[in-house]
């Protein structure tokens, strides 16, 4: 086994795991133990991968064995997002979902995008100061669901706003006892002070309504005629083309599959903003790159992207500078292994944590 930590009987490392900010408890460890760390929870097999070398060798090169993910009992069974695809278990489903992901978001499909980006941008820019997630959210319902600019923000993006809040909080581990021991989950609702049903009903209900409001939207709409084009539109589009019928599995994939956009690409756009009021000398070098290119009457377009290097690395370095998921998606072994470049024998079932992106 790799190095890590002393366990304590029965909880393992459960008390030297910080709910909050975790990854800098684990970037202590890297220091301390090396770049592969290994961790026990309750009896639970965890290992923390610290530098890329481990990232590449074990979750990329090897990804028959390394690309299912841990069950989370609270956030995934109760509340149902292990039908989502971050949380999704590697099966075909899965697969689907990728697939399906990956031909609506090639370089070539996105093309169709464009212009709704800029209209949006062109919209809002006299309030992105004052809503900044407005202008975020906005862009995403309309890529995703094809949703006019001039939608009422309260009808979808605020409920969106909500929900991602809630589903960043109760994912954060060791957030609640029932996933670390997920047989209280069968703890009857009537017990004092047992909150676990309350708690993802609600959860599943407010989830459940975020990808289905928006998605039924477009079902109306192309029921109606020609619609705008979107992320839900295009699969639905390719499904009947491809002489598949509309099943219910078949629009659970393409809603599922849509209410995963939104999580990602909002908080990176509001940590471009954010780095932007952090570091003005940033701002001002972005803003030499667009006079010079574009001026100062015209706003620029996705054209102009080949011609702004600096604007274009910036954006590339603010995902990497705080992505909205710093410890990634955890990982689990479908069968044992080993790593041999480190002499490491891998357990059945072992969990994987990837710290990497925050070593900077």
Not at 38 to 58: C, H, P, Q, R
Not at 156 to 182: H, N, Q, R
Not at 258 to 279: E, H, P, R, S
């Amino acid at each position: 086994l790799p190095p890590g930590p002393p366990c304590r009987l029965l909880f393992g490392n459960l008390l030297d795991i910080p709910c909050i900010c975790a990854w800098h408890q684990f970037l202590q460890w890297k220091d301390q133990y090396g770049d592969v760390v290994y961790a026990e929870v309750l009896g639970n097999s965890i290992l923390i991968l610290n530098t890329i070398e481990s990232v590449m060798d074990l979750l990329v090169k090897k990804p028959s064995i390394y690309s299912d993910h841990p069950i989370f009992t609270m956030v995934g069974k109760l509340m149902s997002l292990d039908k989502s695809m971050p949380m999704m278990q590697y099966r075909m489903t899965w697969r689907e979902h990728r697939t399906l992901s990956r031909r609506a978001l090639s370089p070539d499909a996105v093309k169709k995008y464009h212009r709704i980006q800029e209209d949006i941008v062109a919209t809002y820019v006299d309030s992105l100061l004052e809503h900044p997630a407005e202008t975020a959210g906005r862009i995403i319902m309309s890529v995703s669901y094809g949703l006019p600019v001039q939608t009422p923000d309260d009808l979808y993006i605020t409920d969106a706003e909500e929900t991602m809040d809630m589903i960043g909080k109760v994912t954060v581990p060791g957030a609640f006892w029932v996933d670390l021991i997920p047989c209280l989950k069968y703890l009857p609702s009537w017990i004092p002070f047992n909150r676990i049903h309350y708690i993802g009903s609600f959860g599943c209900q407010r989830i459940e309504r975020m990808i289905s409001w928006p998605f039924e939207h477009v079902l109306e709409d192309m029921a109606k005629g020609p619609t705008r084009p979107s992320f839900v539109y295009d699969c639905l589009e390719k499904l009947q083309s491809n002489g598949g019928a509309e099943s219910k599995v078949s629009l659970d994939l393409i809603r599922w599959a849509a209410g995963t956009l939104y999580g990602g690409t909002y908080a990176t756009i509001l940590t471009f903003i954010l780095a932007m009021v952090l570091y003005p000398e940033v701002q001002i070098k972005i803003r030499r790159e667009l006079s010079e290119v574009v001026g100062f009457h015209w706003l620029p377009s996705i054209q102009d992207r080949d011609c702004l290097p600096y604007i274009s690395a910036t954006v590339k370095e603010a995902m990497q500078w705080s992505p909205a998921l710093p410890l990634g998606i955890a990982h689990k072994t479908t069968h044992e292994d080993h790593y041999r470049g480190k002499g490491l024998f891998i357990y059945l079932k072992c969990v994987f944590v990837n710290s990497c992106c925050r070593i900077c």
